[in-house]
């Protein structure tokens, strides 16, 4: 799905969707725990970056758990304003995981949670490339996504007319695009949905950390 389109859909959504989603945490408990394990690793290695934040709730709940030095990034100005809103003491802005506005190296760790479901192959292989560009060697990053193959075309979300098409991935090819991109994965989860608290869709989980290469070993 196009950038253009994405950011259409989300920002036609985002006050809907904050209002969804924002206490959604408190009905994950895997969700929290990774993100607890994510932060504990990653606190004091420098900045975290929130892929793809959307309003702000796993921004501030890895804030919650003692990392100091977070940035939400959006592509939607939507969800940032209400990310502003509902967590005013937490760092948020606009950008394009596809295309990322800093330097080489930039993040200490990153994190998106179910950022990537609109991607398709290409913008798979760029974000990934993307991600490994701006980060430390050795930085970790985690992911999540809808498992399956094939797209669901929704014109309609919590009310609001809009379209999206969500990209459902199988889990190998996924890990093969990501050690293309030079990490190497830490740990592969997978759990099963919570019903009648969220879309009833099986979910990957991976964790990985971008690889020292020759030119940047230590
Ligand atoms: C399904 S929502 C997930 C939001 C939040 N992470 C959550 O768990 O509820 C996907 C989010 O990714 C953002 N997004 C999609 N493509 C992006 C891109 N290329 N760069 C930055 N954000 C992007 C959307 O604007 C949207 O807020």
Redesign the pocket.
Known sequence: MN?ES??A??NAT?AA?AQN?LD?LNHKPFDRYLLQRFARENKDKGKMG??????G??TQYLSEQGVADIVG????EK?IEQARMHFPTIPFET????AFDKPDQHFGSLI????????QEE?LKN?FEEAHRVLKPGGQLLI?FHIGDGMKRVDELLGVKASADFYFHEVDPMIERMTAAGFSIIDMMIRYPYVGKEFESKRGYLLATSQLTIGNRQ
Do not use: W
Request: proline fraction near 3%; include cysteine.
């Open positions: 950038t994405t950011k859909f989300y985002a969707y989603f959604e929130d892929l793809g934040c959307g309003p709730h796993t990034i959006d592509l939607s969800m950008g394009d995981m596809l998106g949670f179910y950022a990537i479901v609109h991607f913008q974000f999540s």
